[in-house]
Every structure is written in structure tokens, then in C-alpha cells.
């Protein structure tokens, strides 16, 4: 049984460019959270999705950054116009219900470089 | 609004020696709450939770956690550590949300253990 998969594990990105984070939670799980991890600080939260509902985004920047989860296939994080300070490691976790009752699988990490 | 604060930005402790790493959460009803470990460049693995119930959860790896709500607290041990266990570690705590599936993290501990 397959955990939760990201990728790509390392992503360098030039300023200005999209940059697009996959995620696809462990088989059975339908819910999906994306955390970011900054350097030497603790994790973020960012958006809380279920298939095809964006259920929390209150961690989401206001601007450049989006997150769905479609029917079919994995959750998509994306970045527009990336700067440096959008550098850092972007948590993946499912949980196939609410987190209460089971804590939360996560993913390896995309680790997003922005030169 | 749901907080968990880890006192301990680093611990250094000798193999076979005893743990206790600390946390205390803000929260305002029952809370619900987590123990991650995270290696370096790998993703969070849950050790524990604590959702009701007896307040000694026993963990994965040899790890316990005891929550005390006079003390708004949820500390993490181990009896005799080994060089393995060498890792970031960060208490969560589930959301006070109903619509909401997302953990607030503390900043970590990182763990050190000497020979």
C-alpha cells in the first residue's frame, strides 16, 4: 500500500516562473492537506482540500498560490510568478477522514529552490 | 484559536539516557493531540495520538506520551534513547474546527544524542 506520494522531491524554479506541486494521497484517503515548512521554523499550515471542495485555505497567501484536487488524479499546489521567499519544503498529508481520529500520512516533501 | 508551544528548541542527550521533550497546547474544548517525528529531508511520521481516554498513550519506537489537562500539557518520553532517534519532533494539535481537519504544529525539538 502506497504512502502518500509527491513529487518532484527537488524543484528549482527561477523568479517570475510556475512552479506546480503534486500530491497523491494514500489509496482510500480523500481528504488532503498541504503544509509549508520554512527554513529552521515549524510547519504552516496551507489548505485543507476533499475531492474537488477546497474546505480551508485560510493558510493560503492571498496571491499567486492555488491548490485543487479533482476527481481524478493528485492534488496540484501551484505557485504563479514564484519569488525567493516562496522557498522552502511543501508538505503533502491525507487522512482519510477528518484528522481527529487518525493523524495524518504525509508525504517526503517537495523542496522548492527559487533562484 | 488552537497554539502548541514546544519550550525546547534543542535537547542534547546521551545514548541510553532518558527523554522528555515538552509541549503545551492552547485549545478550547477537548483536544485532540499528536506526536510527529521528521529525519532530515524526509517527510513527518506520526508516533503518537491522544484522542480520549487513557492519558498514557503509548507509541511507536519505544516513545509515550502522557497529557495532563491541568497543565495543558502533552510531553513526550522515552525511557533509554538510541543514536537513531536523532531527529526534529513536533507536537501538533487537531483542529477545534467541526468543518475543519487541520493541525496547528509547534516549531520542533531538535533532538541530539551523543554517544
Known amino acids: 500500500n502506497a504512502g502518500v506520494m509527491q513529487n518532484p522531491r527537488h524543484l528549482v524554479r527561477r523568479r517570475g516562473q510556475e512552479a506546480r506541486l503534486r500530491c497523491s494521497p494514500m489509496?482510500?484517503?480523500?481528504?488532503v492537506y498541504w503544509y509549508r515548512q520554512l527554513p529552521e521554523e515549524g510547519l504552516k499550515f496551507m489548505v485543507y482540500l476533499q475531492k474537488e471542495n477546497i474546505i480551508d485555505e485560510s493558510g493560503m497567501p492571498k496571491e499567486r498560490f492555488s491548490a485543487e484536487f479533482p476527481k481524478e488524479g493528485p492534488s496540484i499546489l501551484r505557485i504563479q510568478q514564484v519569488v525567493r521567499g516562496d522557498s522552502a519544503a511543501y508538505f503533502c498529508?491525507?487522512?482519510?477522514?477528518?484528522?481527529?481520529?487518525?493523524?495524518?500520512?504525509f508525504g517526503s516533501g517537495t523542496r522548492l529552490t527559487v533562484v | 484559536a488552537q497554539s502548541v508551544t514546544q519550550p525546547d528548541i534543542h535537547i542534547t542527550v546521551s545514548e541510553g539516557a532518558s527523554l522528555e521533550l515538552r509541549c503545551n497546547y492552547s485549545y478550547g474544548a477537548t483536544p485532540y493531540l499528536f506526536w510527529y517525528v521528521q529525519s532530515p529531508g524526509q517527510g513527518l511520521q506520526l508516533l503518537l495520538k491522544y484522542f480520549s481516554g487513557d492519558t498514557l498513550v503509548q507509541g511507536i519506537k519505544g516513545f509515550e506520551a502522557e497529557f495532563k489537562r491541568s497543565q495543558s500539557s502533552f510531553n513526550l518520553r522515552k525511557p533509554s534513547v538510541h543514536w537513531s532517534d536523532a531527529a526534529e519532533y513536533f507536537c501538533?494539535?487537531?483542529?477545534?474546527?467541526?468543518?475543519?481537519?487541520?493541525?496547528?504544529f509547534g516549531d520542533g525539538t531538535t533532538l541530539t544524542v551523543k554517544p
Open positions: 498529508a491525507s487522512s482519510p477522514k477528518r484528522t481527529e481520529n487518525y493523524g495524518y500520512t
Open positions: 501538533a494539535v487537531g483542529s477545534d474546527n467541526t468543518n475543519a481537519g487541520k493541525s496547528t
Open positions: 489509496k482510500g484517503h480523500s481528504h
